[in-house]
Nanobody
Framework: QVQLVESGGGLVQAGGSLRLSCAAS????????MAWYRQAPGKQRELVAG???????NYADSVKGRFTISRDNAKNTLYLQMNSLKPEDTAVYYC???????WGRGTQVTVSS
């Protein structure tokens, strides 16, 4: 079982930036692919970005060029740097260890126009 605690969300104006963090209680954190998901009201949860154990990244088309996923294996922490935020980025953001079923509580991101 893995515990995930997301933080860093908040209210920001369109065009602004936020940096999300996810603290993971996971042995051998560096060995696992990780990802950020988001869920907007009335919509299904969707993949935002992923990072493999060796640092390869992938992004949803809607966030390419604006969001950057990264990890600090020494701190067992996953990050999501979000720039040029848009109102459509408003959602609850969750991190996940790919091979585990656990979800954290998420962190709310609200982008005002």
């Amino acid at each position: 079982q893995v515990q995930l605690v997301e933080s860093g969300g908040g209210l920001v104006q369109a065009g602004g930036s936020l940096r999300l963090s996810c603290a993971a209680s996971l042995n051998r954190f560096s060995s696992y692919a990780m990802a950020w998901y988001r869920q907007a009201p009335g919509k299904q949860r969707e993949l935002v970005a992923g990072i493999s154990s060796d640092g390869r990244t992938n992004y949803a088309d809607s966030v390419k060029g604006r969001f950057t996923i990264s990890r600090d294996n020494a701190k067992n922490t996953l990050y999501l740097q979000m720039n040029s935020l848009k109102p459509e980025d408003t959602a609850v953001y969750y991190c996940k260890a790919i091979l585990f079923h656990s979800w954290g509580r998420g962190t709310q991101v609200t982008v005002s126009s």
